[in-house]
């Protein structure tokens, strides 16, 4: 039961671990593999409940924790790079004292800032590659635990290999975005717009015929008229 709860831990991180409580939830898992680890005499139902225990902590710290949402995330990221450092050299049987303590602390620290800066971009990097790196090592543990003579061996480590770069395709969107690219193919080859109609003529202005008389003749119409008017009315007056 408790390495196939691990296995499952690992595959929801995988799928779902760009949601912060799945993340947190996958990390506190981790840290409590590492600390069942360092009690190997212990029943496999203290380590469950260790493991399952931390990860229901980290699912409802980072669910509930919406005012110091920031603070979490960093503390998530530092509980991820130490908790890898110390499950990758448990995983390979290194055993060097303090120096993997040192080591750990690394680990966080590289998590924290890997978590700090990819807070700034658009989409959250650090959390997919930590998220990545977490399912994969519980996976990877998970199948340790169940199966003794897959540990330390070159299948445990391409198993790693393949589970880290299938997930980080999946969370980073490039399955996605393979699947996505038939669609602009498509749109790229736009209907052929219909033939534009002619537009209507428009319409002739009116042709006005204006006669116009020459002013010299206008002037000679004028004077007749006034001679021919006056000419009656002068000879009366004369006589």
């Given at each position: 039961m408790y390495p196939i709860a691990v296995i499952a831990l690992g595959v929801a991180v995988l799928l779902f671990g760009r949601r912060l409580a799945v993340l947190g939830a996958a990390v506190g898992g981790l840290v409590g593999v590492v600390l069942a680890s360092l009690f190997p005499e212990a029943s496999t139902t203290v380590q469950l409940i260790i493991v399952l225990g931390?990860?229901?902590?980290?699912?409802?710290?980072?669910?509930?924790?919406?005012?110091?949402?920031?603070?979490?995330?960093?503390?998530?990221?530092?509980?991820?790079?130490?908790?890898?450092?110390?499950?990758?050299?448990?995983?390979?049987?290194?055993?060097?004292g303090?120096?993997?303590?040192?080591?750990?602390?690394?680990g966080g620290v590289i998590g924290l800032?890997?978590?700090?800066?990819?807070?700034?971009?658009?989409r959250d990097w650090g959390m997919v590659i930590l998220a990545d790196l977490v399912g994969a090592l519980l996976i990877v543990r998970g199948l340790g635990l169940l199966f003794p003579q897959f540990r330390d061996t070159t299948f445990s480590g391409l198993t790693l290999l393949v589970l880290l770069v299938a997930g980080f395709a999946y969370q980073g969107g490039y399955l996605n975005r393979k699947k996505a690219a038939p669609a602009p193919a498509a749109a790229a080859t736009p209907a052929p717009a219909a033939a534009p109609k002619p537009a209507a003529p428009a319409p002739a202005a009116p042709i006005v015929d204006v006669d116009v008389d020459p002013p010299t003749a206008d002037v000679d119409v004028d004077v007749d008229v006034a001679v021919g008017a006056g000419g009656p009315a002068a000879a009366g007056a004369s006589d």
């Open positions: 931390l990860a229901l902590g980290g699912f409802f710290a980072a669910a509930f924790a919406r005012g110091i949402i920031e603070v979490v995330i960093l503390v998530i990221g530092a509980f991820a790079g130490a908790a890898a450092v110390m499950t990758i050299l448990n995983l390979f049987n290194i055993d060097q303090l120096l993997n303590w040192l080591l750990a602390v690394v800032m890997l978590i700090r800066r990819s807070r700034r971009g658009s």
